[in-house]
């Protein structure tokens, strides 16, 4: 069950990505955050209540409570440097950067979780993920301006922020209805969201948004809500290292549909780097 929920995260979180696009080329990155987190957060919450399991958030012990909140700064964290990064670079640039935090989240749950089972097979798999990662890479065009050049910074720093949740989160969730501690965590991460807008004065810019990018921002957020709903499923009854990777094939998902959508072709080496991504990912998943 685990496995096929991990499934289903790739799925939502690979059309997150082209949804949200849809929604940032004329409205703010950060605004367009705050905005989506609002859904998710309904979302969220709206399953607790369908599951019936809003009753036991008085029985989290507070060690679950602290790791859950932390999880979800760490999120907030990858979520404004992710839309901050789509928003100035094209997706098959910044999705394969963000993806290479399945890289440090699998190394960091042999060491911590012990999830040493066929550890030899599982590195290889990572290195055939790094490589890709490296060759789907693009180098920046001569053409870019220098306020889009700063694309790369932000997609790293939210790959490593998005390690640090799961980790975090597989430490938080331990013991809590995965729905609850997807909504607990989803509160963070609206805080935190609104906080930015806010910080730099662009709450204003939330009327302004064309209805348009509004549906799609919508729409980005429900697609975010139901992955996360199976992502913390599959990463509370079934093992870090294997769901993560799995969770990352997203990547397919929205390179397919950023070609249809956007026109956003793949280069022969992106195409190579894309297959050894994927090798390295169905590598560990048949270990599961």
Request: with cysteine.
């Amino acid at each position: 069950m685990w496995l096929f929920m991990a499934v289903l995260s790739s799925l939502f979180a690979g059309l997150t990505a082209i949804l949200a696009k849809c929604g940032i080329r004329k409205t703010d990155s950060d605004v367009a955050t705050a905005v989506r987190t609002v859904v998710v957060l309904a979302f969220s919450w709206i399953m607790v209540f369908v599951v019936g399991s809003a009753g036991t958030i008085t029985q989290i012990e507070p060690r679950s409570l602290l790791f859950l909140v932390l999880s979800g700064m760490a999120t907030g964290m990858s979520w404004i440097c992710y839309f901050k990064a789509l928003s100035m670079a094209d997706i098959n640039k910044v999705v394969p950067v963000d993806k290479s935090s399945m890289i440090l989240t699998v190394l960091l749950a042999i060491v911590i979780f012990q999830e040493t089972n066929h550890w030899a097979v599982k590195l290889v798999g990572v290195a055939l993920i790094g490589v890709g990662v490296f060759l789907m890479i693009e180098k920046k065009d001569t053409t870019d301006t220098e306020a889009k050049k700063g694309w790369f910074i932000y997609a790293a720093l939210s790959a490593v922020f998005a390690a640090l949740t799961s980790i975090l989160a597989k430490v938080g969730i331990s013991g809590v209805e995965s729905n609850l501690g997807t909504a607990i965590r989803t509160c963070v991460v609206l805080v935190m969201a609104w906080i930015i807008v806010f910080a730099r004065r662009k709450q204003s810019q939330v009327k302004e948004i064309d209805h348009r990018e509004l549906l799609f921002i919508n729409l980005s957020g429900l697609a975010t809500g139901a992955s996360w709903l199976c992502y913390y499923y599959a990463i509370q009854h079934g093992v870090v290292s294997v769901v993560v990777p799995i969770d990352k094939l997203s990547i397919i998902v929205t390179i397919a549909f950023s070609y249809v959508v956007f026109g956003e072709k793949l280069k022969k080496k992106s195409a190579v780097g894309l297959g050894l991504m994927v090798a390295g990912t169905l590598l560990m998943t048949i270990l599961a």
